[in-house]
């Protein structure tokens, strides 16, 4: 089984700065990509950024210029360094790492943006 821990969510002010790790622990694995979502109240989870272990990455438009996405696949490890955050970034944000028949998810941490 393999269980994703994040860590680095907490309560900031508007303009302030996160990052947010996961690390990945269990049985031997090789992550084709990994990433991190998030879920606002009432709202559909989204893809935040993702990165590949060729080292491409996407990000959502929202985040674009604001979130980095870093990853080290041989320690099975991601970050999300959150900076000039947002209200609208409040959300529980979630680990994801794919392998080539599904996903995994982490538990979620909370980020709070205070304006």
């Known amino acids: 089984q393999v269980q994703l821990v994040e860590s680095g969510g907490g309560l900031v002010q508007a303009g302030g700065s996160l990052r947010l790790s996961c690390a990945a622990s269990g049985r031997s694995f090789s992550f084709n990509a990994m990433g991190w979502y998030r879920q606002a109240p009432g709202k559909q989870r989204e893809l935040v950024a993702a990165?590949?272990?060729?080292?491409?990455?996407d990000y959502a438009d929202s985040v674009k210029g604001r979130f980095t996405i870093s990853g080290d696949f041989a320690k099975n490890t991601v970050y999300l360094q959150m900076n000039i955050l947002k209200p609208e970034d409040t959300a529980v944000y979630y680990c994801?790492?794919?392998?080539?028949?599904?996903?995994?998810w982490g538990q979620g941490t909370q980020v709070t943006v205070s304006s």
């Open positions: 994801n790492a794919r392998v080539v028949v599904g996903a995994y």
């Open positions: 990165i590949t272990r060729g080292g491409s990455t």
